[in-house]
């Protein structure tokens, strides 16, 4: 991914059959910047992850993802 000054990018990628996907985030920032990924069914949180790397370079993390 090709990202400006200031940008950060968050998406998922597509799940697989273990019911995970992946939490991929990008960001060109001045300053780092962490994110809490939290898996919910309904109002059941079924998992939760810490996400943070090095700037400019993907950080892939793995969530639990149930439709």
Do not use: C, H, W
Request: proline residues 4%; hydrophobic residues 50%; aromatic residues 2%.
């Amino acid at each position: 991914m090709q990202l400006a000054d200031g940008e950060l990018t968050v998406g998922l990628a597509p799940r697989d059959k273990t019911l995970y996907e992946n939490v991929v985030v990008v960001q060109r920032t001045a300053k780092l910047v962490d994110f809490v990924a939290t898996g919910l069914v309904g109002n059941i949180k079924i998992d939760e992850i810490a996400l943070d790397g090095p700037l400019g370079a993907p950080v892939i993390a793995r969530i639990g993802a149930v439709s």
